[in-house]
């Protein structure tokens, strides 16, 4: 199996990222680095990171200014030595044999880009149920309108590249314009995986209303184009408070 680069996006998550670089450091497979970009955390993130430095000896630690999403991960991707780019968010959970099992299927379809579905096994029944709705509309949607999570996400250093990475200026489905223009190059689709995404977002905002966000920003995307600045509300804002 080919090496890959781990691009974690942080900011401020001293209660997750543990959990996260653990389950790194249990892979089944140990083909890959880490990246680990802080964007600008005022917390202890990165002096938890420092202490599983000797579990992952390809763990590297880029602290950057500004709390921008999309600058965090093309940031990540610049700094990659590997071809193959695992896009990570800190507060999400990986089975300990994901890695394997996504560079097999990767490989055995010969995709550059692919999306992975979201598992909500500790959520309460209405978050697992918004969870599948999504994953069904991104199985829908792979054919014809690519849409994904970016705190899971495949790519590769040339379609990181070629597409000009993620669009700094887009502040809401920055993920789904990346893979959407991706994918008139690239064949594009969702591995048959799940990874644990984490529900603070839903908990804090309400599932409903964040469901209904995302679906009306995916309706405006699919008519009018992508969301910039602040053409649209959005009530978690990542571009200021990314996680939160």
Same mark, same amino acid.
């Given at each position: 199996?080919?090496?890959?680069? $781990?691009?974690?996006?942080?900011?401020?998550?001293?209660?997750?990222?543990?959990?996260?670089?653990?389950?790194?450091?249990?892979?089944?497979?140990?083909?890959?680095?880490?990246?680990?970009?802080?964007?600008?955390?005022?917390?202890?993130?990165?002096?938890?990171?420092?202490?599983?430095?000797?579990?992952?000896?390809? #763990?590297?630690?880029? /602290?950057?200014?500004?709390?921008? $999403?999309?600058?965090? &991960?093309?940031?990540?991707?610049?700094?990659?030595?590997?071809?193959?780019?695992?896009?990570?968010?800190?507060?999400?959970?990986?089975?300990?044999?994901?890695?394997?099992?996504?560079?097999?299927?990767?490989?055995?379809?010969?995709?550059?880009?692919?999306?992975?579905?979201?598992?909500?096994?500790?959520?309460? #029944?209405?978050?697992?149920?918004?969870?599948?709705?999504?994953? #069904?509309?991104?199985?829908?949607?792979?054919?014809?309108?690519?849409?994904?999570?970016?705190?899971?996400?495949?790519?590769? /250093?040339?379609?990181?590249?070629?597409?000009?990475?993620?669009?700094?200026?887009?502040?809401?489905?920055?993920?789904?314009?990346?893979?959407?223009?991706?994918?008139?190059?690239?064949?594009?689709?969702?591995?048959?995986?799940?990874?644990?995404?984490?529900? &603070?977002? #839903?908990?804090?905002?309400?599932?409903?209303?964040?469901?209904?966000?995302?679906?009306?920003?995916?309706?405006?995307?699919?008519?009018?184009?992508?969301?910039?600045?602040?053409?649209?509300?959005?009530?978690?804002?990542?571009? /200021?408070?990314?996680?939160?």
């Amino acid at each position: 199996m080919e090496n890959i680069s $781990v691009v974690v996006i942080n900011l401020n998550e001293e209660q997750q990222i543990g959990h996260l670089l653990e389950d790194l450091a249990q892979q089944t497979y140990q083909g890959f680095e880490v990246i680990l970009v802080n964007l600008d955390s005022d917390d202890i993130t990165c002096e938890i990171a420092k202490d599983y430095q000797d579990r992952l000896p390809e #763990l590297t630690l880029h /602290k950057m200014e500004g709390r921008s $999403v999309s600058i965090g &991960r093309n940031t990540g991707a610049s700094l990659a030595k590997y071809e193959r780019i695992l896009f990570l968010d800190a507060d999400i959970r990986l089975s300990n044999d994901f890695l394997s099992r996504a560079l097999n299927k990767l490989q055995n379809q010969q995709l550059e880009v692919a999306g992975i579905y979201m598992s909500a096994k500790k959520s309460p #029944l209405a978050h697992k149920f918004g969870f599948g709705m999504c994953n #069904l509309g991104f199985f829908a949607t792979q054919y014809f309108f690519p849409t994904a999570v970016g705190a899971c996400l495949f790519s590769t /250093k040339t379609v990181h590249e070629r597409v000009g990475g993620f669009d700094e200026a887009i502040v809401l489905c920055e993920d789904c314009d990346y893979v959407n223009r991706a994918a008139k190059t690239w064949r594009f689709r969702f591995l048959p995986l799940t990874f644990e995404f984490n529900s &603070r977002k #839903l908990e804090q905002n309400g599932h409903v209303k964040t469901g209904l966000t995302y679906l009306k920003a995916n309706m405006r995307r699919f008519l009018f184009g992508e969301i910039r600045g602040n053409q649209m509300d959005y009530p978690c804002n990542h571009v /200021k408070t990314p996680f939160q």
